[in-house]
């Protein structure tokens, strides 16, 4: 194809170092794609990294994200899965094909991968899936790394059946995901925040109930109170810390909690009889598998969910939406390519 491309980079750990660098577009190889990326979703983890010193130790240059949809332009030898002016999506954890979690360091987009913060991405066909087909690129662009989240906790790993509970902590990507995805499939969702307006908001997209974190802070109380004493059976656990314990006294028997968020730091302290009492679980989640998210797309055309985007910026915005990313959006913030 040849020509140039803009991808944002860094070559030192911090935002303060990123870069819009033009770079030459590149070719695809054997089994491999090259795609014109379309949109691309930003995820808190891009703090993490660019902010917590994670780029220092990901793929040189770095370019963050990982959360993209585009269209394949080109194709290289080999490939069978996707042919030009096929519509894709990308997976987070591109190894990880399905089965139990595999352990130790896994190669993510965005870290160990290459990111794709750019006008073009090239990518082995084995890390893509095919996009849905009632979303555009933007809202597609939303479904590998909070999409993905979400489903894995509640449907892939958590079973979840009509009638049970769940609870959700703040309105971003993953949270608000869990609303439309629990309220599809018959859940009672209970979402946490502590805004009055995007707890009336989260109410629109199905939850039953929301709890105001400030007025609340001990919100496990007003979960048993909204159950009649039963408690959860799904928590999203999205904050982390001391927050941890606050999730295990609101299971309901067998019940469990999804760890996902570290908002209040990597450790936890919480009192066990509450978990010995319930029999419930705490699993951690780690976004999840590429056939989770072949089930994913398959569900959200069947059940017509629309993720819920706060702001579309263009490339060259990247900044500002980081500064929006710090604020704390209502759902998803993209960057169109």
Request: charged share 20%.
């Amino acid at each position: 194809m040849g020509g140039t491309m803009k991808r944002w980079q860094a070559k030192q750990a911090g935002r303060a170092h990123l870069e819009l660098a033009e770079v030459a577009i590149p070719a695809p190889g054997v089994g491999e794609v090259l795609i014109r990326v379309s949109a691309v979703s930003l995820n808190y983890r891009e703090k993490l990294m660019l902010d917590g010193g994670g780029s220092a130790t990901a793929h040189q240059p770095f370019t963050p994200a990982s959360d993209m949809a585009g269209v394949v332009v080109a194709t290289g030898a080999g490939v069978h899965r996707f042919k030009e002016g096929a519509r894709v999506i990308a997976n987070f954890q591109t190894d990880w094909v399905e089965g139990p979690a595999p352990r130790g360091a896994v190669r993510s987009l965005g870290g160990n991968a290459p990111g794709v913060l750019a006008e073009y991405v090239v990518m082995p066909e084995q890390w893509l899936v095919a996009a849905p087909t009632t979303l555009d690129d933007v809202r597609a662009s939303t479904l590998p790394c909070a999409g993905l989240t979400a489903w894995t906790s509640l449907v892939e790993l958590g079973g979840l059946r009509p009638g049970q509970t769940v609870v959700t902590q703040g309105t971003g990507g993953v949270s608000l995901f869990a609303v439309q995805v629990g309220a599809a499939l018959g859940a009672e969702v209970i979402v946490l925040s502590g805004d009055e307006d995007k707890l009336a908001r989260v109410k629109a997209l199905g939850a039953a109930h929301g709890i105001h974190r400030r007025h609340t802070p001990e919100w496990h109380t007003a979960v048993l109170e909204l159950t009649r004493g039963a408690g959860a059976d799904h928590i999203l656990e999205l904050v982390g810390g001391d927050n941890l314990g606050r999730s295990v006294k609101a299971l309901a028997s067998d019940g469990r909690v999804s760890l996902i968020g570290v908002f209040e730091g990597f450790e936890s302290r919480f009192p066990v009889q509450p978990l010995f009492m319930s029999s419930g679980v705490i699993q951690g989640i780690f976004v999840g598998h590429r056939r989770g998210l072949e089930n994913l797309v398959r569900a959200v055309d069947r059940l017509a969910l629309k993720p819920v985007v706060d702001t579309v910026y263009p490339l060259d915005a990247l900044p500002t939406a980081l500064e929006h990313l710090d604020r704390g959006p209502f759902g998803k913030l993209v960057i169109t390519a």
